[in-house]
Nanobody, 123 residues
């Protein structure tokens, strides 16, 4: 399994947008993919997940603002973030899991993690 590599982080003003990308080697082999985030002093939380069959689930705090998607041809996972808020500031991690039948916003569903990309939203 090759490393997961995130890109697209940066700084944006509140109300703005960013799109994160994650290169996932052997994308087709995973049952579950997701984006997580962690702020200093806080637990890592699942922002959005994408089941291999297309099912998606989002944290309440990002519903209606963030969209997760994947492209098997590009071996890539994306997170489009709109109407961003200061509280979205965090390090964002891409993650994948191979436990077929188990895809949920819990850490046990994920086996592999990227190194993270910083997202900062300014007021």
């Amino acid at each position: 399994q090759g490393p997961l590599v995130e890109s697209g982080g940066g700084s944006v003003q509140a109300g703005g947008s960013l799109k994160l990308s994650c290169q996932i080697p052997e994308y087709y082999s995973f049952a579950c993919m997701g984006w997580w985030r962690q702020s200093p002093g806080k637990e890592r939380e699942a922002v959005a997940i994408l089941h291999g069959g297309g099912f998606t689930d989002y944290a309440d705090s990002v519903k209606g603002r963030f969209t997760i998607s994947g492209d098997v041809r590009e071996n890539a996972l994306y997170l489009e973030m709109n109407t961003m808020k200061v509280e979205d500031t965090a390090t964002y991690y891409c993650a994948t899991g191979r436990k077929y039948g188990f895809c949920a916003r819990v850490r046990a569903a994920f086996d592999y993690w990227g190194q993270g990309t910083q997202v900062t939203v300014t007021s």
